[in-house]
């Protein structure tokens, strides 16, 4: 899968603006069970908006986490949430 282009992020940040986060990231962090319904989340919706409970030093560590065993992409995000979109299989 490649990466959206600069284009495509921007539309989907665009879209991911009116999004609710669907998911919830505590501080214990990426758990299976998260990686779970995070990645039927992405199923679903392809666009999902993620809440982080944790410090913002350890949000880069999760979000990469998050891209590689789902195979999606943080197409941005403000404060402690982040949008991820994975392209329908």
């Known amino acids: ?4 282009t600069s284009k495509e992020k921007a ?6 603006q009116k999004l609710k986060p669907a ?6 962090g990426v758990t299976p069970a998260l990686l779970a319904e995070f990645s039927k989340a992405l199923k679903l919706d392809q666009l999902v908006k993620v809440a982080f409970k ?21 197409v941005g995000g403000v404060g402690k ?5 994975k392209v329908k299989e």
């Open 23 to 28: 998911i919830h990231i505590g501080k214990k």
């Open 54 to 74: 944790a410090s913002r030093d350890e949000i880069p560590s999760f979000v990469g986490e998050l891209e590689s065993k789902t195979d999606s992409y943080c």
């Open 81 to 85: 949430r982040r949008s991820f979109y």
């Open 11 to 16: 539309t989907l940040r665009n879209t991911a």
């Open 1 to 4: 899968m490649t990466a959206p």
